[in-house]
T-cell receptor, first 114, second 115 residues
Framework: KQEVTQIPAALSVPEGENLVLNCSFT??????LQWFRQDPGKGLTSLLL?????REQTSGRLNASLDKSSGRSTLYIAASQPGDSATYLC?????????????FGKGTHLIIQP | EAGVTQSPTHLIKTRGQQATLRCSPI?????VYWYQQALGLGLQFLLW???????NRGNFPPRFSGRQFPNYSSELNVNALELEDSALYLCASSLGTGGWNQPQHFGDGTRLSIL
C-alpha cells in the first residue's frame, strides 16, 4: 500500500527566507506527483504537477523536484512571504486517468513570520 | 472560469440520519472525485466518477455512495451517519480518462458535523 510522508509537520520561518518542504513515498511506481496548498477551512489549490518522466517543475517562486527511484520530492519556496502561510500537501497518483484517486501526505503547516 | 463548487458549505446532522452533498465540476471536466478529510487522518480517496459511472472507490463502507448526473455534477450520499463521519468532504474534478496527467482541481468542501 502506498504511503506518503511529509517532513516537517510544521515549520515557522521569518519572511524572506528560502525553504524546502519534503515528501517521500513508499512505492516508486507512481504516475505523477502533485503539490497543493490548503488555507484554513478551504479546499486545495493545485501548485505544481510533476509527471513521472520529469525531474522538476517551476512556477514563479516555487520549484518542485522529483526523484522517483528514491521515492522523494521536494518543494522549494524562494523568498518566502507571509501570504505563503498555509498547509502544503503532496499527493501521488498511482495510475493514469485518475483510477485510484490521489494518495496524500498529512501536510506541512507553514507559517511565515512578517 | 468558474471553479469547482460544492454545497452546502456546512451541514449538521445527527447519528443515523442521511446526508447529501453536491458538487459541480469545472466546465469541460468529466471526472469527479470525492475525498474525506477527517481530523488526524488526512485526505482519503472516497469515490471516482467519470462519464456518469462509478469507476473506483476507496476503502469506505457501502453506506458511502453517490452518483454523477448527465451534466457531470455529482452527489455524495452518506447513510446511517456515525460520529466518525464528521469531516470536511472535498470534491475535485479533472478532464477525466481522456486527459492523462491532468491536475485535479478542488472545491472548498462541505463541513459535515455529526451530533
Amino acid at each position: 500500500k502506498q504511503e506518503v510522508t511529509q517532513i516537517p509537520a510544521a515549520l515557522s520561518v521569518p519572511e524572506g527566507e528560502n525553504l524546502v518542504l519534503n515528501c517521500s513515498f513508499t512505492d516508486s511506481a507512481i504516475y505523477n506527483l502533485q503539490w497543493f496548498r490548503q488555507d484554513p477551512g478551504k479546499g486545495l489549490t493545485s501548485l505544481l504537477l510533476i509527471q513521472s518522466s520529469q525531474r522538476e517543475q517551476t512556477s514563479g517562486r516555487l520549484n518542485a523536484s522529483l526523484d522517483k527511484s528514491s521515492g522523494r520530492s521536494t518543494l522549494y519556496i524562494a523568498a518566502s512571504q507571509p501570504g505563503d502561510s498555509a498547509t502544503y500537501l503532496c499527493a501521488v497518483e498511482l495510475s493514469g486517468g485518475g483510477a485510484d484517486g490521489l494518495t496524500f501526505g498529512k501536510g506541512t503547516h507553514l507559517i511565515i513570520q512578517p | 472560469e468558474a471553479g469547482v463548487t460544492q454545497s452546502p458549505t456546512h451541514l449538521i446532522k445527527t447519528r443515523g440520519q442521511q446526508a447529501t452533498l453536491r458538487c459541480s465540476p469545472i466546465s469541460g471536466h468529466t471526472s469527479v472525485y470525492w475525498y474525506q478529510q477527517a481530523l488526524g487522518l488526512g485526505l482519503q480517496f472516497l469515490l471516482w466518477y467519470d462519464e456518469g459511472e462509478e469507476r473506483n472507490r476507496g476503502n469506505f463502507p457501502p453506506r458511502f455512495s453517490g452518483r454523477q448526473f448527465p451534466n457531470y455534477s455529482s452527489e455524495l450520499n452518506v447513510n446511517a451517519l456515525e460520529l466518525e463521519d464528521s469531516a470536511l468532504y472535498l470534491c475535485a474534478s479533472s478532464l477525466g480518462t481522456g486527459g492523462w496527467n491532468q491536475p485535479q482541481h478542488f472545491g472548498d468542501g462541505t463541513r459535515l458535523s455529526i451530533l
